[in-house]
Structures are given as structure tokens and as C-alpha cells.
Nanobody
């Protein structure tokens, strides 16, 4: 009964900025990796940015220098600050978390419902 809910999507002009937020709730023992994925019309879902609990962050090349992923571990939240947005960034953005629901459980992957980002003038 884990839920991930995204906030912050919407319509923005090219060159503008958006801050996406994702809150995880429910029966959670520990969250390992949280990240953001996106899917544009007619394209496969792709990784945008991930931030493990321990380890380095990773970004898709197309957003490097423009996007920053961050986490609030205590609040089970992850954020994606997107600057200098381009029309090519238009997509549905999904929050993802790999987590344990109990101390003895393995890692399971959960997804949010998605939030639409449209970059257009």
C-alpha cells in the first residue's frame, strides 16, 4: 500500500523553470533509490535523474546542466528542479522509488501516476 504522488507539472514557456515534487507514503521501511522518468508522445519511457540513498546521482545527457535532483530523506520526498526548459522536455514525468516495505523484504519498485510537463510558447 505504497503511494507516490507527483506535484508541480504544468505549462511553461521555453527557457522557464519548473520544480517537480514527489511524496512517498504508506507502509515504508526504507527507500533506497528515488528518481524521475519521463515519457514523451510516441517515445519510450526514459530515465531523467536518479538519486540513490548512497552513491552518485545520474542524469540523462539531455538534461545535464539544466536539471537538479534532490531528496528529503526524512520526508520521503524527491524533487526535480528543471531550468532552461526546452520544447523537447515536454513529457509526462513519473516519480519512481525502489524501497523496502519491511525489514526483511527485498527491494520493490513503485511508480507515481505521472505529471504532465508542457514546454511551449
Amino acid at each position: 500500500q505504497v503511494q507516490l504522488v507527483e506535484f508541480g507539472g504544468g505549462l511553461v514557456q521555453p527557457g522557464g523553470s519548473l520544480r517537480l515534487s514527489c511524496a512517498a507514503s504508506g507502509t515504508i521501511f526504507r527507500i533506497n533509490t528515488m528518481g524521475w522518468y519521463r515519457q514523451a508522445p510516441g517515445k519510450e519511457r526514459e530515465l531523467v535523474a536518479v538519486m540513490p540513498g548512497r552513491g552518485s546521482t545520474n542524469y540523462v545527457d539531455s538534461v545535464k546542466g539544466r536539471c537538479t535532483i534532490s531528496r528529503d530523506i526524512a520526508k520521503d520526498m524527491v524533487y526535480l528542479q528543471m531550468n532552461s526548459l526546452k520544447p523537447e522536455d515536454t513529457a509526462v514525468y513519473y516519480c519512481n522509488a525502489d524501497l523496502q516495505v519491511a525489514p526483511g523484504a527485498g527491494l520493490s519498485s513503485y511508480w507515481g501516476q505521472g505529471t504532465q510537463v508542457i514546454v511551449s510558447s
